[in-house]
């Protein structure tokens, strides 16, 4: 259902190269969300670093549109990297457990794990 792999790597780095790697698997990062910052912004106090990177192939993601519109709320994919004990960690949900419990159409299927496989190629590029 998940992915977590932890890094030798600090925070900062695995970050910064995973802002390379994703464009370099054509990919593209829609959006970033730093929790820190966002929940000490709200005034709710937060220590750990996390940043949440959402990515896009769009041709993927009109594809699996194209099949079912509903599944717009859970795209794009995200791959999130945060401390915890000491380390740094880097995780995703994995693509094919969520379109299979939401639509279990073999061609989104097929999708997914293509997805799921460029994702976790970028999770073991930057580790």
Avoid: W
Wanted: proline share 4%.
């Amino acid at each position: 259902m998940k992915t977590v792999i932890t890094s030798d790597k600090s925070f900062e780095d695995v970050c910064q190269a995973l802002e390379t790697a994703v464009p370099a698997h054509k990919f593209g990062i829609v959006a970033t969300h730093d929790l820190k910052a966002t929940m000490n912004k709200k005034g709710v106090e937060f220590d750990a670093e996390v940043k949440v990177y959402e990515i896009c192939n769009p041709m993927k993601a009109k594809a699996v549109l194209l099949e079912d519109m509903d599944l717009s709320s859970a795209l794009p994919c995200r791959i999130s990297v945060y401390e915890k004990d000491g380390k740094t960690h880097i995780g995703m949900i994995n693509p094919t457990a969520i379109l299979k419990m939401l639509n279990p159409s073999e061609s989104l299927q097929t999708i997914a794990e293509e997805v799921e496989k460029i994702s976790l190629d970028i999770i073991n590029e930057v580790k």
